[in-house]
């Protein structure tokens, strides 16, 4: 199992970023995915959750109304698209799938919102 992130950077409070997760040595379709994200000195949290069809989603209280999690299981790829962004949302931010009864997780990407 493989999972890997990319389009993090710098941007402007207000702005907006596309990550992406594409994923291999399992069967995309069949699994929930995940975003997660780990600012410097907290704890790792669950930002938003998608099931495997993609018919449910579910998003942290502090990322709802901004972030959208979506997936494209033709190219085993997440995505979690990120809008109004705040200096508060950054973080390294890494895709997680648990598959058959074993957790998975990226490298990372780092986001960081600053002016």
């Known amino acids: 199992v493989q999972l890997v992130e990319s389009g993090g950077g710098l941007v402007q409070p207000g702005g907006s970023l596309r990550l992406s997760c594409t994923a291999s040595?399992?069967?995309?379709?069949?699994?929930?995915m995940s975003w997660y994200r780990q600012a410097p000195g907290k704890e790792r949290e669950l930002v938003a959750l998608?099931?495997?069809?993609?018919?449910?989603?579910n998003y942290a209280d502090s990322v709802k109304g901004r972030f959208t999690i979506s997936r494209d299981n033709a190219k085993n790829t997440v995505y979690l698209q990120m809008n109004s962004l705040k200096p508060e949302d950054t973080a390294v931010y890494s895709c997680?799938?648990?598959?058959?009864?074993?957790?998975?997780w990226g490298q990372g990407t780092q986001v960081t919102v600053s002016s």
């Open positions: 040595g399992f069967t995309f379709s069949r699994y929930d």
């Open positions: 997680y799938a648990r598959v058959r009864f074993l957790n998975y």
């Open positions: 998608i099931t495997s069809a993609g018919g449910s989603t």
